[in-house]
Structures are given as C-alpha cells and as structure tokens.
C-alpha cells in the first residue's frame, strides 16, 4: 500500500533519499518526526540523519512515515520530465573568496594555517518547483548508473537540498566492525587525470587530508591507510585514497561523526586551529547544509552510510544556490582555484539539470 502511495506525485513534497552500494535509493516520504537520540525510534525503520555544518542541531535523527527501497529504473517511473527551462545563474561571492584567498595565504606564511577550504555560491531567484525537482531527480538516476558517488537529498515545505556527492564520511557495518572512510582532494578535468602524477600541490594537498584523517580517527582503532588512485567523475576527476579502522570500541555513530567531521577535504587543517577560519568565514557567506554530513542508519541490518554534503542544490522560498569550494594551500593560484570552482559548479548544473 505506501509503494501505491508514490503514484500520486504529491510523495515528492517532503522526502529523504539516498542510494546505497546495491544499486538501490532509500526513500522515506510523508510525515517525518525528529528526534535528539536514537533511543525512542523505531528500528524497524530506517532513520536518516540531517545536520548543518556545525553540528548545531539538536534533533538530527529524522524517521518517516513511510520508507522504500527501490532500484533507479523503478524510482524513474514515479517521476514525470518537464520542458527544461533557462535559468539565469549569477555569483555574487567573489570578492569574499579572493580576500580570503589573500588572508589564508597569510596565515600559511605565519604557520597558523597548511590548508583551508573557501566556498562560494552561485544564485538564482528560479524557485524549486515539484516539476523542477522531478527533472533534477530524474536526471541525477540516469548519472547514478554510472557514476561512482551517492544521491543524497532532503526537503520539505517548500526547502531543502539535493545532490550527488563523491565522498563519503564513513561507512560501518556491524558483523565487520569496520569503519571505511576515504581521502579525497585534488581536482582536475576527467580528460586531464594524467596530470596528478606529477603535480606537486594537488599531492600534497591530498596528503594533508589524509594526516588530518589519521589524526581524527587515533583514538578509534588499528588505521590502514590502501592506495592512492584516481576517481573518474562525468567531468571531474579526483585523488582518491581508501581508508579502513578497525573499530575499538562500540559503534556510535554521531561520535564518529563529531571525531572525523570536518575533514581536512573540506574544512581546514589542522582541525582546531581551522575552526575558527571556518566560523569566520561562515559568518560572511552562510554554507547551510553544503558539506554537511548527511546519512542513514539502519539499525536492525546493523548498517551506517554517512555521506558529506557536496555536489548540491539547495533551495528555499527565495531561489535556489549551488556551493562549490577549493581546497588552497600555499602553492595555489587564484586564478586556477577559481576556475576549479567554476568546472564544479557547471558539473553539478549538468547533474541535477539545471
């Protein structure tokens, strides 16, 4: 009977998605309640965890009424394409990034700092219609056939966030009691993948990261650390090295979250003195739900998938936005960082159509 229920377009109104390494897409529609723990949920039912950046929210845990798991081509067919309409971008973020460009290179030369990730916006007053939102769904299943990251998504009343993100904050499963987690840094157009090879900051940038994740995740267990290699994207391409912690202690997973969350790929390092340059710098242009950790646990399968929160759109009663961030280190170039963050920018456009 709740499949019937994703007939009637109206499901789309007030959803949490995201699609796990089976080749299914967790849905859960309808009526949702939060909840600050997870000691009064219902573990038959998966629950998702929606936070900000910060960690601010004190009822992260969210459960809907009702919940599916389906293939792509079967979530397709409850989805209706649209006319794709023109719709008018526009960045208003640049001097802010090019300041902070300026200040971290500083804060390089004074040590305070190794590596920072500043991010803009690109706006648009064009609202998230449910026609639109079924076009950016649609079109983000067709990219899922073939490409090697995760649909995530929130919304509802009229706000929300959807994307397709190549980075994954952790993953547990509990007759392992592994945690697999991954760096990622360093970007390039897919057809220029060779050029990591010999492209000094792109090495060490990713380096960085993974020092700051074996800093983070000391405490948690035995760390290894595989092979570093390239992950082909539609039209990017990344450094990307598997993680693997073998767990100490029981698996909790908001604590996991709190230890690893920011990492290094799209925070600052180190952690700590990085926080306050992430304040700052979210004091001029607010993130929202851009790289927040987002995920699912479900509970009695005894499996975690917690994702990081890039490659999206977000949208409220005022328009839509699209994040996009680069990673500077004291080697980088503005203008290179800039046109990184307009290829990331046009990527996910062509993701979610629009």
């Known amino acids: 009977m709740a499949r019937d229920m994703l007939n009637d377009a109206t499901w789309l109104n007030s959803v949490s998605l995201l699609s796990l390494k089976d080749g299914l897409v967790l849905i859960g529609y309808g009526p949702y309640q939060k909840y600050t723990n997870l000691e009064t949920i219902d573990p038959e039912k998966p629950v998702f965890f929606v ?4 960690l601010s929210s004190n009822d ?15 979530l397709k067919q409850h989805l209706k394409t649209f006319p794709q309409q023109q719709i008018d ?13 300026s200040q971290l290179k500083s804060l390089f030369t004074e040590k305070k700092l190794e ?17 639109q ?16 990251g995760y649909l995530y998504g929130h919304w509802s009343n009229n706000q929300g966030f959807l994307g397709l993100t190549p980075e994954t904050l952790f ?6 009691h592994i945690i697999k987690t991954m760096a990622l840094a360093g970007t390039k157009k897919v057809e220029n993948s060779h050029e990591f090879i010999n492209n000094q900051k792109e090495l060490r940038e990713h380096q960085l990261v993974i020092e700051g994740l074996k800093e983070s995740l000391a405490s948690t267990g035995k760390i290894h650390i595989g092979e570093t290699s390239i992950l082909k994207l539609p039209k990017l391409c990344h450094l990307y090295t598997p993680i693997e912690i073998e767990c100490q202690g029981a698996f909790d997973f908001e604590a996991i979250v709190r230890c690893m969350h920011p990492t290094p790929a799209l925070g600052a390092f180190p952690k700590e003195a990085g926080k306050k340059w992430l304040a700052d710098y979210q004091a001029k242009i607010n993130r929202r739900s851009y790289g ?12 975690a998938l917690c994702l990081v929160g890039i490659r999206q759109v977000q949208w409220d009663e ?5 994040g996009a961030g680069c990673g500077i280190i004291k080697e980088s170039l503005l203008e290179k960082e800039w046109q990184e963050i307009a290829l990331k920018t046009a990527s996910i456009r062509k993701l979610l159509a629009l």
Do not use: C
């Open 115 to 131: 590596k920072a990730v500043p991010y803009i916006f690109t706006f648009t007053s064009e609202l998230m219609t449910l026609n």
């Open 51 to 54: 936070q900000d950046f910060f």
């Open 133 to 148: 939102l079924s076009n950016s769904l649609y079109q983000a299943l067709d990219f899922l056939q073939d490409y090697p």
């Open 60 to 74: 992260a845990w969210l459960q809907h009424e009702y919940s599916e798991e389906l293939s792509a081509k079967e």
């Open 318 to 322: 005022n328009g839509m936005r699209i």
């Open 89 to 101: 971008w526009q960045t208003h973020d640049q001097a802010t990034f090019e300041t902070a460009f």
């Open 292 to 303: 927040a950790p987002f995920g699912v646990y479900l509970i009695e399968k005894g499996y």
């Open 171 to 176: 993953e547990y499963q509990a007759n392992q």
